[in-house]
Protein backbone atom coordinates (compact mmCIF):
# COMPACT_ATOMS: atom_id res chain seq x y z
CA UNK A 1 0.00 0.00 0.00
CA UNK A 2 1.17 3.62 -0.74
CA UNK A 3 1.52 6.44 1.76
CA UNK A 4 -0.67 8.46 -0.43
CA UNK A 5 -3.97 6.10 0.32
CA UNK A 6 -2.97 6.52 4.01
CA UNK A 7 -6.10 7.61 5.44
CA UNK A 8 -5.26 5.49 9.07
CA UNK A 9 -3.44 8.35 10.98
CA UNK A 10 -2.23 11.57 10.60
CA UNK A 11 0.25 14.08 12.55
CA UNK A 12 -0.36 16.83 14.42
CA UNK A 13 2.39 19.31 16.00
CA UNK A 14 1.87 19.50 19.55
CA UNK A 15 3.22 23.34 19.25
CA UNK A 16 0.97 24.88 16.21
CA UNK A 17 -1.19 21.52 15.77
CA UNK A 18 -0.44 22.18 12.19
CA UNK A 19 -1.15 18.71 10.24
CA UNK A 20 1.33 16.63 8.53
CA UNK A 21 -0.17 13.60 6.15
CA UNK A 22 1.81 10.99 6.77
CA UNK A 23 5.33 9.74 7.33
CA UNK A 24 6.70 9.99 3.73
CA UNK A 25 5.72 14.17 4.70
CA UNK A 26 7.28 13.52 8.04
CA UNK A 27 10.71 12.33 6.59
CA UNK A 28 10.45 14.61 3.97
CA UNK A 29 10.37 17.90 6.65
CA UNK A 30 13.34 16.17 8.40
CA UNK A 31 10.64 15.18 11.69
CA UNK A 32 9.86 18.76 12.37
CA UNK A 33 6.76 20.28 11.88
CA UNK A 34 7.00 22.52 8.66
CA UNK A 35 5.50 25.48 9.64
CA UNK A 36 6.85 26.05 13.54
CA UNK A 37 9.90 23.58 13.09
CA UNK A 38 9.30 21.79 16.58
CA UNK A 39 10.07 17.72 16.45
CA UNK A 40 6.77 16.81 19.03
CA UNK A 41 3.51 15.70 16.83
CA UNK A 42 0.80 13.72 18.23
CA UNK A 43 -0.30 10.46 15.98
CA UNK A 44 -4.00 10.78 15.32
CA UNK A 45 -6.36 7.62 13.87
CA UNK A 46 -8.92 7.73 11.76
CA UNK A 47 -10.22 4.67 13.62
CA UNK A 48 -13.52 4.66 16.27
CA UNK A 49 -11.77 4.69 19.94
CA UNK A 50 -14.05 2.37 21.17
CA UNK A 51 -12.25 -0.16 19.33
CA UNK A 52 -9.54 0.50 21.90
CA UNK A 53 -12.19 -1.15 24.41
CA UNK A 54 -12.43 -4.40 22.38
CA UNK A 55 -8.94 -4.80 21.93
CA UNK A 56 -7.99 -4.02 25.84
CA UNK A 57 -11.25 -5.94 27.10
CA UNK A 58 -11.42 -8.84 24.46
CA UNK A 59 -10.17 -11.83 26.51
CA UNK A 60 -10.51 -14.46 24.16
CA UNK A 61 -8.31 -13.09 22.35
CA UNK A 62 -4.61 -14.59 21.23
CA UNK A 63 -2.51 -11.47 21.99
CA UNK A 64 1.09 -12.39 20.63
CA UNK A 65 2.87 -9.05 20.14
CA UNK A 66 1.84 -4.97 20.32
CA UNK A 67 0.56 -5.44 16.99
CA UNK A 68 -2.92 -6.77 18.73
CA UNK A 69 -2.77 -2.71 18.61
CA UNK A 70 -2.88 -2.43 14.91
CA UNK A 71 -5.45 -0.13 14.38
CA UNK A 72 -4.15 2.44 17.06
CA UNK A 73 -0.57 2.15 15.35
CA UNK A 74 0.89 3.95 12.43
CA UNK A 75 1.26 1.14 10.06
CA UNK A 76 -0.56 0.79 7.11
CA UNK A 77 -0.12 -2.64 5.95
CA UNK A 78 0.17 -5.55 8.02
CA UNK A 79 2.52 -7.38 5.73
CA UNK A 80 5.37 -5.20 6.43
CA UNK A 81 5.23 -6.07 10.29
CA UNK A 82 8.41 -6.78 11.70
CA UNK A 83 8.17 -8.62 14.90
CA UNK A 84 9.42 -11.39 17.79
CA UNK A 85 6.32 -10.98 20.03
CA UNK A 86 7.64 -8.45 21.99
CA UNK A 87 5.88 -5.73 24.32
CA UNK A 88 3.18 -8.53 25.61
CA UNK A 89 5.41 -9.21 28.66
CA UNK A 90 4.79 -10.51 32.22
CA UNK A 91 3.44 -8.56 34.83
CA UNK A 92 4.92 -10.10 37.82
CA UNK A 93 3.65 -9.20 41.43
CA UNK A 94 6.92 -8.82 43.55
CA UNK A 95 5.33 -9.73 47.16
CA UNK A 96 8.28 -9.25 48.98
CA UNK A 97 8.80 -5.57 48.32
CA UNK A 98 5.22 -5.56 49.21
CA UNK A 99 6.34 -7.05 52.83
CA UNK A 100 9.43 -5.08 53.14
CA UNK A 101 7.50 -1.76 52.97
CA UNK A 102 5.08 -2.95 55.80
CA UNK A 103 7.45 -4.17 57.99
CA UNK A 104 10.31 -1.10 57.53
CA UNK A 105 7.61 1.65 56.58
CA UNK A 106 3.84 0.44 57.65
CA UNK A 107 2.98 0.57 54.41
CA UNK A 108 0.39 -0.52 52.42
CA UNK A 109 0.91 -1.48 48.68
CA UNK A 110 0.94 -3.47 45.92
CA UNK A 111 4.05 -3.87 43.76
CA UNK A 112 4.16 -5.50 40.14
CA UNK A 113 7.22 -5.96 38.13
CA UNK A 114 6.78 -4.84 34.22
CA UNK A 115 9.04 -7.84 32.52
CA UNK A 116 11.14 -5.85 29.58
CA UNK A 117 13.51 -8.11 30.54
CA UNK A 118 11.57 -11.11 28.77
CA UNK A 119 11.10 -9.12 25.43
CA UNK A 120 12.22 -11.47 22.73
CA UNK A 121 13.98 -9.85 20.37
CA UNK A 122 16.93 -8.25 22.42
CA UNK A 123 15.61 -8.75 26.17
CA UNK A 124 15.14 -5.17 26.89
CA UNK A 125 12.69 -2.29 26.76
CA UNK A 126 13.56 -1.18 23.49
CA UNK A 127 12.35 -3.92 21.69
CA UNK A 128 9.00 -2.66 21.81
CA UNK A 129 10.49 0.36 20.00
CA UNK A 130 12.13 -1.33 17.36
CA UNK A 131 9.47 -3.46 16.35
CA UNK A 132 7.53 -0.15 15.07
CA UNK A 133 10.75 1.56 13.72
CA UNK A 134 11.43 -1.47 11.67
CA UNK A 135 7.91 -2.01 10.32
CA UNK A 136 7.40 1.73 9.55
CA UNK A 137 10.75 1.77 7.60
CA UNK A 138 10.04 -1.07 5.31
CA UNK A 139 6.48 0.02 4.48
CA UNK A 140 7.96 3.67 3.32
CA UNK A 141 10.66 1.71 1.70
CA UNK A 142 13.64 3.41 4.08
CA UNK A 143 16.94 1.32 3.26
CA UNK A 144 19.18 3.03 5.36
CA UNK A 145 19.27 4.48 8.94
CA UNK A 146 20.97 5.48 11.62
CA UNK A 147 20.91 5.79 15.02
CA UNK A 148 22.44 7.72 18.21
CA UNK A 149 22.27 5.43 21.28
CA UNK A 150 23.99 4.68 24.93
CA UNK A 151 23.22 1.13 24.14
CA UNK A 152 20.01 -0.68 23.98
CA UNK A 153 18.21 1.11 21.69
CA UNK A 154 21.25 0.40 18.99
CA UNK A 155 20.50 -3.15 20.06
CA UNK A 156 17.16 -3.51 19.62
CA UNK A 157 17.22 -1.61 16.15
CA UNK A 158 20.07 -3.39 14.74
CA UNK A 159 18.52 -6.55 15.32
CA UNK A 160 14.97 -5.44 13.71
CA UNK A 161 16.22 -3.68 11.01
CA UNK A 162 18.43 -6.54 9.89
CA UNK A 163 15.46 -8.72 9.85
CA UNK A 164 13.94 -5.96 7.87
CA UNK A 165 16.60 -5.86 5.37
CA UNK A 166 17.54 -2.35 6.55
CA UNK A 167 21.20 -0.70 6.82
CA UNK A 168 22.29 0.71 9.89
CA UNK A 169 24.73 3.04 11.26
CA UNK A 170 25.13 3.52 15.00
CA UNK A 171 26.86 6.02 17.04
CA UNK A 172 27.64 4.78 20.59
CA UNK A 173 29.57 6.78 23.18
CA UNK A 174 33.33 5.79 24.08
CA UNK A 175 31.96 4.47 27.41
CA UNK A 176 28.97 2.19 25.73
CA UNK A 177 29.33 -1.85 27.27
CA UNK A 178 31.48 -3.80 24.26
CA UNK A 179 28.24 -5.96 24.65
CA UNK A 180 26.27 -3.53 23.21
CA UNK A 181 28.88 -2.77 20.57
CA UNK A 182 29.08 -6.93 19.77
CA UNK A 183 25.78 -7.36 19.62
CA UNK A 184 25.02 -4.51 17.02
CA UNK A 185 28.28 -5.88 15.12
CA UNK A 186 26.64 -8.90 15.03
CA UNK A 187 23.70 -8.06 13.15
CA UNK A 188 25.99 -6.89 10.47
CA UNK A 189 25.19 -3.20 10.91
CA UNK A 190 28.00 -0.27 11.22
CA UNK A 191 29.25 0.64 14.55
CA UNK A 192 30.69 3.99 14.96
CA UNK A 193 32.40 4.44 18.50
CA UNK A 194 32.56 8.02 19.37
CA UNK A 195 35.70 9.50 20.65
CA UNK A 196 33.35 11.44 23.46
CA UNK A 197 29.91 11.25 25.02
CA UNK A 198 26.31 10.55 23.73
CA UNK A 199 25.84 14.35 23.53
CA UNK A 200 29.10 13.98 20.68
CA UNK A 201 27.80 10.80 19.36
CA UNK A 202 24.61 12.55 18.60
CA UNK A 203 25.85 15.44 17.28
CA UNK A 204 28.05 13.35 14.96
CA UNK A 205 25.07 11.33 14.09
CA UNK A 206 23.06 14.18 12.86
CA UNK A 207 26.53 15.37 10.43
CA UNK A 208 26.29 11.95 9.20
CA UNK A 209 22.69 12.37 8.60
CA UNK A 210 23.00 15.44 6.51
CA UNK A 211 26.26 14.34 5.24
CA UNK A 212 25.29 10.97 3.83
CA UNK A 213 21.42 12.22 3.29
CA UNK A 214 20.73 9.13 5.58
CA UNK A 215 17.10 8.91 7.94
CA UNK A 216 18.59 9.65 11.62
CA UNK A 217 16.32 8.36 14.97
CA UNK A 218 15.15 11.43 16.05
CA UNK A 219 14.71 10.45 20.07
CA UNK A 220 12.64 10.64 22.67
CA UNK A 221 9.29 12.31 21.07
CA UNK A 222 9.87 10.08 17.99
CA UNK A 223 6.45 9.18 16.82
CA UNK A 224 7.51 5.78 16.15
CA UNK A 225 8.76 5.78 19.41
CA UNK A 226 6.48 6.69 21.39
CA UNK A 227 3.59 4.89 19.90
CA UNK A 228 5.02 1.48 20.13
CA UNK A 229 5.82 2.41 24.16
CA UNK A 230 2.33 3.49 24.68
CA UNK A 231 0.99 -0.09 24.51
CA UNK A 232 2.39 -0.63 28.22
CA UNK A 233 -0.40 1.08 29.37
CA UNK A 234 -3.35 -0.68 27.45
CA UNK A 235 -1.27 -4.14 28.09
CA UNK A 236 -1.90 -3.25 32.06
CA UNK A 237 -4.84 -2.63 31.70
CA UNK A 238 -5.77 -5.79 29.90
CA UNK A 239 -3.57 -7.79 32.23
CA UNK A 240 -4.44 -6.80 35.43
CA UNK A 241 -7.21 -4.97 34.45
CA UNK A 242 -6.11 -1.23 36.48
CA UNK A 243 -3.46 1.06 35.78
CA UNK A 244 -1.58 0.87 38.53
CA UNK A 245 -1.17 4.59 39.80
CA UNK A 246 2.61 4.80 40.33
CA UNK A 247 5.38 4.00 37.74
CA UNK A 248 8.52 3.80 38.07
CA UNK A 249 11.54 3.92 35.59
CA UNK A 250 14.98 4.55 35.10
CA UNK A 251 15.07 7.51 33.30
CA UNK A 252 17.75 8.87 30.53
CA UNK A 253 15.71 11.16 27.55
CA UNK A 254 12.08 10.12 29.29
CA UNK A 255 10.41 8.67 25.72
CA UNK A 256 8.47 6.00 28.25
CA UNK A 257 6.72 8.83 30.27
CA UNK A 258 5.98 10.54 26.98
CA UNK A 259 4.27 7.68 25.62
CA UNK A 260 2.10 6.42 28.49
CA UNK A 261 0.55 10.09 28.76
CA UNK A 262 -0.30 10.25 24.87
CA UNK A 263 -1.63 6.96 25.65
CA UNK A 264 -3.90 8.02 28.46
CA UNK A 265 -4.68 11.23 25.62
CA UNK A 266 -5.82 8.27 22.92
CA UNK A 267 -8.57 6.80 25.85
CA UNK A 268 -9.42 9.45 28.04
CA UNK A 269 -12.61 10.24 26.26
CA UNK A 270 -13.70 6.30 26.79
CA UNK A 271 -13.33 7.20 30.41
CA UNK A 272 -11.92 3.44 30.79
CA UNK A 273 -8.80 5.07 32.86
CA UNK A 274 -9.25 8.08 35.84
CA UNK A 275 -6.12 9.25 35.34
CA UNK A 276 -2.31 9.00 34.48
CA UNK A 277 -0.17 7.43 36.98
CA UNK A 278 2.19 9.18 39.43
CA UNK A 279 5.62 9.31 37.81
CA UNK A 280 8.73 8.48 39.82
CA UNK A 281 11.95 8.79 37.33
CA UNK A 282 14.87 7.65 38.51
CA UNK A 283 18.46 8.35 37.61
CA UNK A 284 21.73 6.83 38.27
CA UNK A 285 23.79 9.12 41.06
CA UNK A 286 26.69 10.02 38.73
CA UNK A 287 24.58 11.27 35.79
CA UNK A 288 21.62 12.74 37.23
CA UNK A 289 21.67 16.07 35.65
CA UNK A 290 17.44 15.72 35.28
CA UNK A 291 17.50 15.14 39.39
CA UNK A 292 19.54 18.33 40.25
CA UNK A 293 17.46 20.41 37.85
CA UNK A 294 14.35 19.38 39.52
CA UNK A 295 15.07 19.02 43.52
CA UNK A 296 16.51 22.54 43.06
CA UNK A 297 13.21 23.49 41.36
CA UNK A 298 11.14 22.21 44.06
CA UNK A 299 13.39 23.77 46.63
CA UNK A 300 12.63 26.81 45.24
CA UNK A 301 8.92 26.31 44.89
CA UNK A 302 8.99 26.42 41.10
CA UNK A 303 10.04 29.50 40.16
CA UNK A 304 8.62 31.06 37.16
CA UNK A 305 10.49 29.25 33.91
CA UNK A 306 11.89 26.44 36.30
CA UNK A 307 11.77 24.07 33.26
CA UNK A 308 14.50 25.74 31.53
CA UNK A 309 16.81 25.72 34.63
CA UNK A 310 18.94 22.41 33.87
CA UNK A 311 22.29 21.60 34.20
CA UNK A 312 24.89 19.62 31.10
CA UNK A 313 27.06 17.07 32.69
CA UNK A 314 30.20 16.98 29.73
CA UNK A 315 31.48 13.25 29.83
CA UNK A 316 29.03 11.67 32.72
CA UNK A 317 31.01 8.90 34.33
CA UNK A 318 28.37 6.73 35.18
CA UNK A 319 28.14 3.38 35.80
CA UNK A 320 25.17 2.77 33.90
CA UNK A 321 26.25 4.23 30.31
CA UNK A 322 22.80 3.21 28.66
CA UNK A 323 21.29 5.84 31.03
CA UNK A 324 24.31 8.32 30.86
CA UNK A 325 22.41 11.38 28.82
CA UNK A 326 24.22 14.12 30.31
CA UNK A 327 22.12 17.00 28.12
CA UNK A 328 18.85 16.09 29.27
CA UNK A 329 17.22 17.89 26.74
CA UNK A 330 14.16 16.87 26.81
CA UNK A 331 14.18 17.97 31.04
CA UNK A 332 11.21 21.07 30.12
CA UNK A 333 8.74 17.58 28.88
CA UNK A 334 9.48 15.65 31.29
CA UNK A 335 9.55 17.61 34.43
CA UNK A 336 6.08 19.30 33.18
CA UNK A 337 4.78 15.86 32.86
CA UNK A 338 6.27 14.84 36.42
CA UNK A 339 4.79 17.67 37.93
CA UNK A 340 1.36 17.17 36.43
CA UNK A 341 1.48 14.16 37.91
CA UNK A 342 2.29 14.54 41.53
CA UNK A 343 5.54 12.57 40.90
CA UNK A 344 9.16 12.79 41.72
CA UNK A 345 12.34 12.94 39.87
CA UNK A 346 14.82 10.78 41.84
CA UNK A 347 18.44 9.30 41.93
CA UNK A 348 19.79 5.59 42.82
CA UNK A 349 23.12 5.65 44.81
CA UNK A 350 25.08 3.74 41.56
CA UNK A 351 26.77 2.01 44.47
CA UNK A 352 23.98 -0.04 45.41
CA UNK A 353 23.42 -1.28 42.18
CA UNK A 354 24.95 -4.72 42.67
CA UNK A 355 23.03 -5.22 46.11
CA UNK A 356 20.02 -4.43 44.53
CA UNK A 357 20.38 -6.84 41.68
CA UNK A 358 21.03 -9.62 43.91
CA UNK A 359 18.74 -9.42 46.27
CA UNK A 360 16.25 -9.46 43.32
CA UNK A 361 17.64 -12.21 41.83
CA UNK A 362 17.99 -14.75 44.92
CA UNK A 363 13.96 -13.39 45.62
CA UNK A 364 12.54 -13.69 42.15
CA UNK A 365 15.19 -15.32 40.46
CA UNK A 366 14.43 -12.02 38.11
CA UNK A 367 18.37 -11.36 36.61
CA UNK A 368 18.48 -7.69 36.05
CA UNK A 369 20.42 -5.51 33.87
CA UNK A 370 22.29 -2.05 35.78
CA UNK A 371 19.23 0.20 34.19
CA UNK A 372 16.88 -1.87 35.79
CA UNK A 373 18.52 -1.96 38.94
CA UNK A 374 18.18 1.78 38.81
CA UNK A 375 14.33 1.44 38.76
CA UNK A 376 14.27 -0.86 41.64
CA UNK A 377 16.58 1.34 43.52
CA UNK A 378 14.10 4.17 42.97
CA UNK A 379 11.43 2.08 44.60
CA UNK A 380 13.42 1.82 47.93
CA UNK A 381 14.25 5.49 47.91
CA UNK A 382 11.04 6.83 47.27
CA UNK A 383 9.52 4.61 50.42
CA UNK A 384 12.14 6.04 52.60
CA UNK A 385 11.64 9.61 51.28
CA UNK A 386 7.69 9.05 51.92
CA UNK A 387 6.39 9.46 47.89
CA UNK A 388 4.97 5.92 48.35
CA UNK A 389 1.70 5.82 50.51
CA UNK A 390 -0.98 3.52 51.75
CA UNK A 391 -2.83 2.01 49.03
CA UNK A 392 -0.39 2.27 46.17
CA UNK A 393 -0.37 0.10 43.21
CA UNK A 394 3.27 0.44 41.80
CA UNK A 395 4.66 -0.67 38.65
CA UNK A 396 7.75 -0.96 38.25
CA UNK A 397 9.76 -0.95 34.97
CA UNK A 398 12.38 -3.98 35.16
CA UNK A 399 13.71 -2.36 32.12
CA UNK A 400 16.47 -4.47 31.00
CA UNK A 401 18.06 -8.28 32.15
CA UNK A 402 21.36 -9.19 32.97
CA UNK A 403 22.72 -10.22 29.90
CA UNK A 404 22.64 -6.45 28.60
CA UNK A 405 26.20 -5.88 30.81
CA UNK A 406 28.34 -8.95 31.00
CA UNK A 407 30.70 -6.90 33.60
CA UNK A 408 27.86 -6.40 36.28
CA UNK A 409 26.70 -10.31 35.64
CA UNK A 410 30.22 -11.39 36.86
CA UNK A 411 29.75 -8.93 40.20
CA UNK A 412 26.76 -10.97 40.80
CA UNK A 413 29.11 -13.89 41.81
CA UNK A 414 28.98 -14.06 46.00
CA UNK A 415 28.73 -17.79 46.78
CA UNK A 416 31.88 -19.04 45.39
CA UNK A 417 33.98 -20.70 47.89
CA UNK A 418 37.04 -22.63 46.04
CA UNK A 419 38.07 -25.95 47.05
CA UNK A 420 40.89 -28.19 47.01
CA UNK A 421 38.91 -31.46 48.13
CA UNK A 422 35.86 -32.65 48.97
CA UNK A 423 36.34 -31.98 52.81
CA UNK A 424 36.39 -28.14 51.86
CA UNK A 425 32.56 -28.70 51.25
CA UNK A 426 29.38 -28.63 53.48
CA UNK A 427 25.63 -28.96 53.77
CA UNK A 428 23.74 -25.68 51.90
CA UNK A 429 21.10 -24.09 53.09
CA UNK A 430 20.64 -20.88 50.50
CA UNK A 431 18.21 -19.21 53.43
CA UNK A 432 21.71 -18.26 55.23
CA UNK A 433 22.21 -15.67 52.51
CA UNK A 434 19.07 -14.08 53.10
CA UNK A 435 19.90 -11.67 56.16
CA UNK A 436 23.32 -10.63 54.14
CA UNK A 437 21.51 -9.68 50.92
CA UNK A 438 18.85 -7.64 52.42
CA UNK A 439 21.43 -5.71 54.87
CA UNK A 440 22.75 -2.74 52.89
CA UNK A 441 17.99 -2.11 52.79
CA UNK A 442 17.31 -2.08 56.05
C1 LIG B 1 16.63 -0.59 30.48
C2 LIG B 1 16.26 0.83 30.27
N1 LIG B 1 15.43 1.42 31.15
C3 LIG B 1 15.10 2.73 31.00
C4 LIG B 1 15.62 3.50 29.96
C5 LIG B 1 15.24 4.94 29.86
O1 LIG B 1 14.32 5.14 28.85
P1 LIG B 1 13.67 6.58 28.60
O2 LIG B 1 14.29 7.54 29.54
O3 LIG B 1 13.92 6.91 27.16
O4 LIG B 1 12.19 6.44 28.84
C6 LIG B 1 16.48 2.93 29.06
C7 LIG B 1 17.03 3.75 27.97
O5 LIG B 1 18.04 3.52 27.38
C8 LIG B 1 16.80 1.56 29.19
O6 LIG B 1 17.61 0.96 28.31
ZN1 LIG C 1 4.19 23.15 14.42
Known sequence: MSNSTNNKFHFVCRNCKHEIKDFKEWF??????????????????SQDINKYEELIF??????????????FLPLN?????????????????????????????????????????????????????????ASVLKENNIKEYAVASTGNVA?????YLAEAGISLSVFIPNDALKANEAEVSSYGQRVYRVDGDYAKA?????EFSKKYNVLLSSGNTDPMRVEAKKVMLFEWLRMLGEVPNVYIQALSGGTGPIAINKAFDDVKDLGIIKQSPRYILVQPSRCAPMT?????????????GWEQDYPIYDNPKSKVPTLATGNPATYPIISKIVKDSGGEIIECDEEK????????????????????AVAVGGF????????IKNGDRIMINIGEGVRRAPDFMKEMIYTTKNIKSVDDCENYDRASYRDQLWKPFK
Open 77 to 133: DKKNIITNGEGVIDIDRWSFLEKFAKEQYNIDCTVYAYRNDDNYGTGTFKDAAATLV
Open 292 to 304: EAWQKAKANNFPE
Open 28 to 45: SYGQKCPKCGKNWVDTVY
Open 353 to 372: LIDISRLVAYETTVRMGPAA
Open 202 to 206: KKIAA
Open 380 to 387: FDSLKNGD
Open 58 to 71: DNGAEVKSLWHYFD
Open 155 to 159: NAFAR
